[in-house]
């Protein structure tokens, strides 16, 4: 393809923009992460970086802040041919990167933070109380207010973004690179986020916005280019296309919304939580009374922004998380407080949970395929010979048996966790999980990291077992999957349910405002 | 026990501490800079070989000193380049290092002196003299200042002082200078350090050759101030010693100081005393030299204040993709 | 991520392997920078080691100690668990063995044995299961507390034998002499009844046999029973086990006990096998090889028998060359500090090379 079908049309003459990339291509071994990339960005501009994860956004960026090296290309800043081998290069030619985890020293202050790497002299004083000064300067002029003493493990996360935009403004940054900023904010420091950009913007800084939600894109953007499977697909003007026709350059087809399903046929009521707490060790409280029920033959959606309690509820009724309240399943109490229970008796009562992070907690990675069947379930009379020995040819026949009934490739139980692909993985987890028939399941991001065909089949499985009569709970970021697969809708924020809501009397507009933490009553 | 025996007891107090100091140090700034060193044990044996080998050989305890700060530095490269560079477990280098200087020392020493491992005794300019205080004389006679001064204080050799110089430094060093802020910084979290574009190669390095620079000075007092040449194990266990001060201190220069002062104590009082007699139990002089691990597991449980060391401490750097 | 593109049987045997021909090439060098010749002194090691029934009688009488403390360190390597304290465990071990054979009358040798196994065990296992009990409920680190274990094991031995357990009479630190009812059966006797000679004059007994069993016994227990399952997998992924609900604490306590027991258990050999009564430091730094012995062998039992054996013959003959060249024995302890660092700290340094080799194989 030409340099023109990914970069829009310039007049001759403008001023150079402010970052060009040509043909940047990088390969990690036999995975190509970048493949003759083209971009420029303009400047005094908001670009947007759309992509599906691995789709190679974060490692372009990387690329540009010099925490890898090209395997070819050129970089040109302004104009400039610039050479970029580490972080402290790309500081002098003037890019500041805000990480998607930040890089803070959490018993530091926001002073000492700011001026690391960039201090005066070799005596902190001067820094500090020049710091200082500048830090008032920055917070009157684009709104960023932060205590500059404060240490930063007692900030909010949205006052540790700040922080981070003030480390790039204080090294002197043209350009400000933001790698999936909003993932961990809710909408109104989200938005708030955004007023800063239009801020920056208008002061004449350059803006690249790193994300996979398309809103944000729409909202805040002027020019979006889209990248899949390591390639740069298309570089467009915000104002003259549509979140559609960005979905589509993103997957490369249509999106299938909706998957085919039957109405639910609820039975009684499985899972009855009742004033769930969970205080996490920091002593904040991450659940702050969750009431819900589950019932038989129906999939309950939670939707919400990441970080807003999902994981500890998730946990807490895997018996993962000590957490304080009722519940009730079956009619038979459940308990949550941790005391008497643990992942192994959980399952032993008809709950199986398939986790939000499967390469951390749902599989050992170095574990082989038919050792990882048996996690969790190593205590199961079937794959056990007497008080102290596992009959390994079980757990290996069994595993024979999921891989063919959920398609696992290769279908080797030998292999090792690792050597699968994530969709694969998660067909082994999923396989795991639900081939015991459990009474209820909780799935954790279903399809994060998945491959297009193994999102259906995973879908199709779900929906499978609501029609088999059992009570799922599913929790997703994923607004789409949400509303595709749920029977009722509950939204989560800040710890609490904002709403139950149908999915088919409902849209994202208004699932987008319960998530913000606003109810029908006005604002929370 | 009579004032004679405790101002005696408080002098060898001083003496005892000064390698514990050195070394406790050490590790504070290694440590500190987010790289566990169990191996001060034996980077002080090295250079207690070492300093008192070249001391002997050049009649010269300054030539001495330096020999022994090589050594103990050269052994702190073998563990930055298996720890850092090559993303080793720190701990398992420090065991390493520990071993490899027992087991070098006493094979060299039997090769250069051939005396079952140990170096021939050092006399006149091969040790550190002991040094009076200004007025040390003239204040002798004062009483209890007088003692204080003119006995506990005064009479040590250099490095005795230089240790105690080196607590306000380390402080100053590491709370009110850039490159203090930018080791603390790599020992919580290096990828902030990393992405504000300093090497965190090069400033674990840094640490760790300041530990070694450190442990040199230890070796060397112990073989050529406190004794008067090396024998085998030596150090017998200070470098752990040192280590449960460095815990006991939760990693704070001043803290450090009180930790060694306390088990030098102890073992000042264990070198004297067979038993103590304490009226209603007696206690045995083996309880004395295990008392400083004791403390240690203690702080370390939490019993008395927790101890917290450095967050990124022990895990070798990997940028995040 | 180079650690992935690595065949599992290079893993286990290329690197280990070149790792241990590092070690040994800078052991020459270290030979040879004391005006000796390394050829000529591997000779006379192995010679001294292997080239007589009484080479063979000490090499295997070390390589009993070094299986037991090395199993102890690999079965906690294999829970993520760093016990550097086998040597206070197996000081403790010894007091075990003392008590046993002391304090209570045993008509047979092997009744003895049986109860000594426990009593060593029960000692050291205890002693281990302080720091796990400390790290799982107290937060305080398993690798420092051990360290802290080892010189408070060594201060209350030195305690026990100079106050309480000397005999009236003895100026030895050392307990009473065991009766000799207890006395082991020393391996000539064992091969005598199959009508093979072997030295008289050596230690080795039969907790050699012992000692081989144990690695039996820990090789099936890691891969064939449950707790082994639980085991190395809460050492591979804690998450993941406490999904699997495999509760930290009882596989900590577990692995410590039994971790502590297998270092505990040397003092049948050393204490019960050999010296007859409890001296001071027994155990002679044993616990601490096993260290080298663990990284050695991969934390596997077989390898760490092989291990074990290879220091056993490192340590006899060692002490042989000591005995016919101006070589001291503390050669050993460089061999086995380079063996350490190379198999346990510069992992990398050779694995990064045959990574790379690998994968240039196989994109030609």
């Known amino acids: 393809m030409s340099d023109a079908a990914h970069t829009l049309e310039r007049p001759a003459g403008a001023v150079p923009p402010a970052i060009e990339l040509r043909g940047i291509s990088k390969a990690f071994g036999p995975v190509q992460a970048n493949k003759d990339i083209h971009i420029r960005v303009e400047k005094g501009t908001i670009h947007g970086i759309i992509g599906e994860n691995g789709a190679g956004k974060s490692t372009l960026m990387s690329i540009l802040y010099g925490f890898y090296k090209a395997d070819s290309g050129e970089i040109l800043i302004n104009g400039q041919p610039t050479e970029i081998p580490d972080s402290q290069a790309a500081i002098r030619a003037g890019i500041g990167m805000v990480f998607q985890h930040f890089k803070l020293v959490q018993n530091f202050t926001v002073l000492e933070n700011v001026i690391l790497g960039a201090e005066a002299g070799w005596l902190l004083k001067p820094s500090v109380s020049r710091a200082r000064g500048l830090l008032k300067q920055l917070a009157t002029d684009f709104g960023l207010n932060v205590d500059p003493d404060a240490l930063i493990e007692k900030l909010s996360v949205g006052h540790q973004q700040r922080v981070e935009i003030l480390k790039a403004l204080y090294r002197e940054a043209d350009i400000l690179i933001l790698d999936e900023p909003t993932g961990v904010l809710t909408p109104a420091e989200a938005d708030h986020l955004f007023r800063i950009l239009r801020g920056l913007k208008e002061q004449g800084k350059t803006i690249v916005l790193i994300t996979h939600k398309l809103r944000e894109i729409m909202e805040v953007t002027d020019n979006v280019s889209v990248m899949r499977r390591g390639e740069m697909v298309d570089t467009v003007r915000t104002s003259e296309t549509s979140p559609p026709h960005l979905a589509e350059l993103m997957v490369g087809r249509k999106v299938l919304l909706r998957v085919e399903k039957h109405p639910a046929k609820p039975g009684p009521v499985v899972l009855d939580v009742k004033g769930l707490r969970v205080v996490d060790d920091m002593g904040v409280e991450r659940l702050r009374g969750i009431d819900l029920q589950v019932r038989a033959g129906e999939i309950l959606g939670i939707a919400g922004v990441a970080g807003n309690g999902q994981s500890e509820l998730l946990e807490a009724l895997a018996g993962l998380t000590p957490g304080e309240g009722a519940a009730t399943l079956s009619g038979q109490p459940l308990d949550v407080t941790g005391k008497s229970s643990d992942g192994y008796t959980r399952r032993m009562s008809g709950v199986s949970h398939v986790p939000e992070d499967r390469q951390r907690r749902g599989l050992i990675m170095n574990f082989h395929a038919w050792e990882n069947v048996a996690l969790g379930y190593h205590h199961d009379p079937a794959y056990n010979r007497g008080a102290f020995w596992m009959d390994n040819p079980a757990i290996l026949r069994m595993t024979e048996d999921y891989m063919k009934a959920f398609d696992v490739r290769p279908p080797n139980p030998a292999l090792t966790a690792e050597s699968f692909s994530g969709g694969n993985q998660q067909k082994l987890v999923l396989a795991r999980e639900i081939e015991r028939g459990p009474e209820l399941l909780l799935v954790g991001q279903p399809t994060r990291g998945v491959d297009i065909g193994a999102i259906e089949f995973i879908h199709q499985r779900l929906i499978e077992l609501r029609d088999a009569g059992k009570a799922v709970l599913l929790v997703s970021v994923e607004l789409d999957e949400i509303l595709s697969l749920s029977d009722r809708i509950a939204v989560m924020f800040d710890g609490r349910i904002m709403g139950e809501r149908l999915p088919e009397q409902t849209d994202e507009a208004e699932l987008g405002l319960l998530m913000a933490g606003v109810t029908e009553k006005g604002a929370a | 026990m009579d004032l004679i025996a405790i101002v005696q007891i408080l002098d060898s107090t001083l003496r005892l501490a000064t390698p514990l100091l050195f070394a406790a140090l050490a590790g504070l700034i290694s440590e500190r800079a987010g790289v566990f060193d169990i191996g001060l044990e034996g980077k002080m044996l090295a250079a207690a070989f070492f300093s008192a080998a070249f001391a002997f050989t050049t009649g010269n305890v300054w030539l001495g000193l330096c020999a022994g700060i090589i050594a103990s530095m050269f052994l702190s490269l073998i563990h930055g380049v298996a720890s850092i560079t090559f993303r080793g477990n720190q701990l398992i280098s420090g065991v390493a290092i520990n071993f490899l200087a027992a087991g070098l020392t006493v094979v060299i020493a039997q090769n250069w002196f051939r005396q079952g491992g140990r170096t021939p005794t050092l006399t006149g300019d091969a040790r550190f003299p002991r040094l009076n205080l200004p007025f040390a004389d003239a204040l002798r006679d004062v009483p209890v200042l007088g003692p204080v001064y003119s006995v506990i204080l005064s009479g040590h050799s250099i490095l005795v002082y230089v240790g105690l110089l080196c607590v306000p430094l380390t402080w100053y060093v590491l709370f009110r200078t850039r490159f203090g802020l930018r080791l603390r910084a790599v020992g919580e979290n290096p990828a902030a350090v990393d992405t504000a574009g300093i090497s965190v190669i090069g400033l674990r390095y840094g640490a760790v050759m300041i530990a070694g620079v450190l442990c040199g000075l230890a070796g060397a007092y112990l073989a050529t101030g406190l004794a008067a040449g090396f024998v085998k194990d030596m150090t017998a266990g200070r470098g752990f010693i040192a280590l449960a001060a460095m815990i006991f201190a939760k990693w704070r220069p001043w803290h450090a100081l009180g930790a060694v002062l306390l088990f030098g104590l102890l073992e000042a009082i264990a070198n004297r005393y067979q038993n103590i007699d304490l009226g209603f139990i007696v206690l045995p002089a083996q309880f004395m030299q295990a008392l400083p691990y004791v403390l240690t597991v203690v702080i370390l449980a939490g019993f008395v204040g927790r101890a917290i060391p450095p967050r990124a401490g022990g895990e070798p750097y990997v940028k995040e993709r | ?364």
Request: hydrophobic share 55%.
């Open chain 3, 1 to 364: 991520m180079s650690n992935r593109r690595i065949p599992n049987w290079a893993d286990v045997v290329l690197v280990p392997l070149f790792s241990v021909v590092l070690a040994f090439i800078i052991s020459a060098i270290v030979i040879w920078a004391i005006g000796e010749d390394p050829w000529e002194a591997t000779k006379m090691m192995v010679q001294g080691a292997f080239g007589s029934s009484y080479g063979w009688g000490y090499t295997l009488y070390y390589a009993t100690n070094f299986i037991f403390t090395g199993l102890a360190v690999a079965v906690a390597f294999q829970a993520r668990l760093f016990n550097i304290g086998g040597e206070g465990q197996a000081t403790l071990g010894g007091l075990g063995v003392a008590l046993v054979c002391l304090h209570l009358p045993w008509p047979h040798w092997s009744l003895a044995l049986v109860a000594a196994s426990f009593g060593a065990a029960l000692f050291g296992a205890a002693w281990a299961a302080i720091p796990g009990y400390l790290q799982v409920r107290r937060g305080s680190h398993i690798v420092i507390t051990t360290i802290m274990f080892n010189f408070i094991a060594a201060a209350l031995l030195n305690w026990l034998l100079v106050s309480v357990m000397r005999p009236s009479g003895s100026m030895d630190p050392a307990s009473a002499r065991f009766p000799p009812e207890v006395r082991l059966p020393r391996l000539h006797e064992i091969l005598d009844v199959f009508g093979i000679p072997f030295s008289r004059a050596t230690p080795a007994n039969i907790s050699l046999l012992v000692a081989i069993l144990a690695c039996v016994l820990v090789w099936y227990m890691l891969w064939r029973t449950r707790l082994g399952y639980q085991i190395r997998a809460f050492g591979q992924s804690e998450p993941a086990a406490q999904y699997a609900g495999i509760s930290p604490f009882r596989i900590t306590m577990y692995v410590m006990l039994i971790s502590g027991a297998l270092a505990g258990m040397m003092a049948i050999n050393n204490v019960m096998g050999e010296a007859n009564r409890l001296l001071l430091n027994a155990v002679e730094g044993a616990g601490f090889i096993g260290i080298a012995v663990a990284l050695m062998g991969r934390n596997h039992p077989f390898g760490v028998f092989l291990a074990a054996v290879l220091f056993g013959f490192l340590y006899q003959g060692g002490a042989e060359l000591a005995l016919w060249t101006n070589i001291p024995r503390e050669l050993i302890v460089v061999i086995q500090a380079l063996v350490i660092l190379f198999t346990g700290a510069l992992d990398n340094l050779v694995r990064i090379p045959i990574a790379a080799l690998f994968a240039r194989r196989r994109r030609s």
